[in-house]
């Protein structure tokens, strides 16, 4: 079997914003599955394989008879696939028929919804990150936070499917959240109004002569909009002064979940001239696969800062990784989620679809990232409290485990400017707490605007002047997305 088509980096299951409507691999009829099942099954223990499957149909019959009411073959089995895919791994889940329509409807943004990006852990429903501009993230529900009540039910006993649909909704109508958050202990209340979410895939603004573009999630036209939008910034810097130019760019993939596997690598090329960007190892050696750049930098060689948090995760890291070990970028923020494992998405026939992890992916210098992250150059916190709390990739339960590649401890690096050694690991006590409208309360913003200058031989600017510097965004992107 070959999995090159359809590859995803997501962490969150069912959210419409991470799984792109082209992102699937047919291996045709549930038949042709069955037979690769067969042809692996041949070089297992065979009497083995037999006992255990008349085991399944022993507790299956148990089941059926004895149950306290009845219950159908139709459930029994679908819960039994449930725990076969889902235990492999937290990225792996199987979809009945209905619920991978259910998916593709979600795509396609004919669902109200909150704008979460959730993931189930142990049982429960946890926050990978909510969307930027959504009625979540503007309610302030926060990565690590888990729901525990919809509408004032508690949902303990759900399968994450399950949750999701009791969040889903007409546009317009209400629904309460209650959650826990796990940095203060505190149980939160919130009463939102479901929306369709509308995904701004990239956001852009110019400080000074410094670029700023966020992405928020590797969707299908992400690298065209990302050159949209650098090339608009770079005629605003003209307009500015005559014969303006841009000094450097801030890339910002904080919270970023991850998406489609081909616009990470577009997007890692179109910074890397020349170079290995990820590499994907699997299973099957003829399926490994290695992506270099092309020779094309869109910046000319602007030095770059890229701003990540224990959201970034999956492409996030990919680029990240990249742009790292190529020392082409200073990483600074927070360390990423963790995630480097690839799932590809293969419907069966007419029967539903299987999410399945297929391959870890290696950054240039050969680490796999899976449990660890990337550690940023210079580390910054968000808040001046984020010390003792993490959520990542190795607090989830069965995770994949982290093999193959370069071991070594890395070098630290020794091409950093000076004023790397004078930037504060996080603000301080009286800074103003984080307003999107605000780039000046943006601490993490603020530390990546002074190294760039520094880079760039530029004037430092002051926290004064920073935080009174005006924010132009530039929506050049976005898509409507049913997320939950």
Do not use: C
Request: proline fraction near 5%; glycine fraction near 10%; aromatic fraction near 4%.
């Amino acid at each position: 079997m070959t999995f090159r088509k359809g590859m995803l980096l997501g962490t969150a299951f069912l959210a419409g914003a991470v799984l792109g409507p082209t992102a699937l691999h047919t291996l045709g009829h549930v038949s042709s599955v069955s037979s690769a099942l067969a042809r692996e099954t041949s070089h297992d223990n065979s009497a083995e394989t037999v006992r255990l499957l008349t085991l399944f149909g022993t507790v299956m019959d148990v089941v059926k008879s004895e149950y306290v009411h009845p219950v159908s073959d139709k459930d029994l089995i679908n819960n039994a696939l449930d725990g076969m895919v889902g235990n492999l791994d937290p990225h792996s889940s199987y979809m009945t028929a209905a619920q991978f329509k259910d998916m593709q409807t979600e795509i396609s943004g004919k669902f109200g919804g909150l704008g979460l990006q959730v993931q189930d852990e142990s049982g429960h429903v946890r926050v990978v990150s909510p969307i930027d501009d959504t009625p979540a993230a503007k309610a302030g529900i926060q990565p690590g936070d888990f729901i525990t009540m919809v509408d004032h039910k508690s949902i303990d006993g759900l399968t994450l499917d399950q949750a999701v649909r009791k969040m889903r909704g007409d546009a317009g109508t209400s629904i309460s959240l209650t959650i826990v958050r796990p940095k203060t202990g505190k149980t939160l209340n919130f009463d939102l109004k479901r929306e369709i979410i509308h995904v701004q895939i990239v956001r852009s603004a110019l400080y000074g002569s410094t670029a700023y573009i966020r992405l928020t999630e590797f969707d299908d036209d992400l690298e065209n909009a990302m050159h949209t939008a650098y090339r608009k910034l770079q005629a605003e810097a003209k307009t500015r002064a005559r014969g303006g130019k841009l000094t450097g760019l801030i890339l910002d993939l904080r919270s970023n979940p991850g998406g489609k596997l081909d616009q990470a690598i577009a997007v890692s090329d179109d910074f890397i001239k020349d170079g290995e960007i990820v590499s994907i190892r699997g299973r099957h050696p003829e399926n490994n696969q290695r992506w270099d750049a092309r020779g094309t930098d869109i910046t000319d060689g602007l030095p770059i800062v890229v701003l990540t948090n224990g959201g970034s995760a999956s492409a996030s890291e990919i680029v990240s990784g990249a742009l790292k070990d190529h020392h082409r970028a200073i990483i600074l923020g927070e360390k990423t989620f963790g995630k480097g494992s690839v799932q590809t998405l293969i419907p069966v026939g007419d029967q539903g679809a299987i999410r399945l992890t297929t391959a870890r992916y290696y950054t240039p210098s050969g680490r796999s990232i899976q449990g660890l992250g990337i550690t940023p150059d210079i580390p910054v916190a968000e808040t001046h409290d984020d010390d003792n709390f993490e959520y990542r990739e190795a607090d989830l339960s069965h995770i994949l485990t982290n093999i193959g590649g370069n071991r070594t401890v890395a070098e630290p690096r020794t091409d950093l400017p000076p004023i790397a050694k004078s930037i504060p690991k996080a603000p301080p006590a009286n800074w103003p707490a984080f307003d999107p409208a605000k780039p000046g309360t943006d601490f993490q913003l603020q530390q990546g605007l002074k190294v760039l200058s520094a880079l760039a031989g530029v004037p430092v600017p002051t926290e004064q002047t920073t935080a009174t510097a005006p924010e132009k965004h530039d929506a050049t992107a976005h898509k409507s997305s049913g997320t939950h």
